[in-house]
């Protein structure tokens, strides 16, 4: 399985930039890096997805190195409305190992 | 267009009981899942379904059964229920591989005593 590490909390304040950091040493040539977003009581949401160098919607930004073992989910500035679970995916076209979560990073906005 | 769904919201049942949760989803997408997550958790995979007919196991799958008799429901089936099993659990699909975009309905909370 392509398993995935974050961080599981990060702090920031409103207006602030927050990068959350995601490991996948055991990606695949096929495989592709997907973000989701998770507010409380509610199933989660897409946020962003890429396969390598740069990747930017109107939501936020997504780095990956040359190498893909790891990738970075960028939000440019912060609202307290950031607050959620972000949680990191990296998988194939089929099978078990495009659907594994992970716990996620806990992100609190403070104003 | 609803998106996906989930019937019910909340469910109390007794150990040994069984239900069954419904998802419906409107986007004519090919793959369904059914994930569990537990307080303070991530998602894990109970069962998924790659096409009408279709169903495979996931990373959690005991105790728990699946049927997609139509493509646009996925059932996930409890046949004696354990207070283990207490859980939210989401239903999700996508248009034609897990990599796409996977929409999720709203949560079913269950609650096993």
Known sequence: LAKTTQPISMDSYEGQEVNITCSHNNIATNDYITWYQQFPSQGPRFIIQGYKTKVTNEVASLFIP????????????????????????????????????????RLQVQP | NAGVTQTPKFRVLKTGQSMTLLCAQDM??????????????????????????????????DGYNVSRLKKQNFLLGLESAAPSQTSVYFCASSRASPQETQYFGPGTRLLVL
Not at chain 1, 67 to 94: E, F, H, I, M, Q
Not at chain 2, 33 to 48: A, E, N, S
């Open chain 1, 66 to 105: 040359a190498d893909r073992k790891s990738s970075t989910l960028s939000l440019p500035r912060v609202s307290l409305s950031d607050t959620a679970v972000y949680y990191c995916l990296v998988g194939g076209d089929t099978g078990r190992r495009a659907l594994t979560f992970g716990s996620g990073t």
């Open chain 2, 28 to 61: 004519n997408h090919e793959y369904m899942y059914w994930y569990r997550q537990d307080p303070g958790m991530g998602l894990r995979l109970i069962h998924y379904s790659v096409g009408e007919g279709t169903t495979a196991k996931g990373e959690v799958p």
